[in-house]
């Protein structure tokens, strides 16, 4: 292979990571590591000596924000499992007086891809619940600040106000059903519709 197909793939590969196409290229960002946190910065005005000591010195001081890759947001997101990108993260998960519940994984998991059907089942099954959503991201496509995946699929339920809880159940109907059970207080009849008891 020659040298410049070596380079090509490393630059590709980076540009993926990175979250920046590579026709945007060349580009001046910084990447930094604490505690396994990465995080990014993209410099956006022209690479003059003194915009780029500036753009370092906005990053050390916390002056400029990290870079958060995002996909676009879909058209239509009408399914009932809801499809979360980075640029609506917020108006989705962070809903007051909401539950979410979100699968972040990878488009080449196999555990994700067997998963599927049975997210794509309970959404079905809480569709009339208001106040519950069930999501997913692909989370090598999007970033948001605060949420870290170390594998895949990694299932969490969020709430405006409290941490975000962490699924680490069998990944079955059943599974998930108890679990929300448990952590909202929501109930399901025999035939996985929601009773009215509490709801």
Not at 4 to 9: A, L, N, Q, W, Y
Not at 85 to 112: M, R, T
Not at 135 to 149: H, Y
Not at 167 to 189: A, P, Q, S, V
Request: proline fraction near 4%; charged fraction near 25%.
């Amino acid at each position: 292979m020659s040298e410049s197909k070596i380079t090509e793939g490393l630059g590709s590969r980076l540009a993926e990571f990175l979250g920046v196409e590579t026709t945007a290229s060349p580009r001046f960002m910084m990447i930094t590591f604490a505690n396994d946190d990465v995080q990014k910065f993209t410099m956006d005005t022209s690479a003059t000596a003194k915009n780029v000591v500036a753009f370092v010195e906005g990053v050390l001081s916390g002056e400029v924000k990290a870079f958060l890759k995002s996909a676009e947001i879909p058209e239509d997101n009408s399914a009932p499992v809801k499809v979360l990108v980075g640029k609506n993260w917020d108006s989705i998960v962070n809903k007051p007086d909401q539950w979410v519940f979100v699968e972040l994984y990878a488009p080449w998991c196999g555990h994700c891809k067997s998963l599927e059907p049975i997210w794509d089942e309970l959404a079905q099954v809480v569709a009339s619940k208001t106040d519950l959503v069930i999501a997913k991201m692909d989370s090598t496509a999007n970033e948001v600040a605060g949420v870290s995946v170390k594998s895949f699929p990694t299932i969490r339920l969020f709430r405006v106000g409290s941490a975000p809880i962490e699924y680490e159940g069998d990944r079955t109907l059943d599974g998930f059903k108890k679990f929300i059970t448990e952590k909202t207080g929501m109930k399901f009849d025999t035939a996985n519709t929601e009773t009215n008891e509490d709801l």
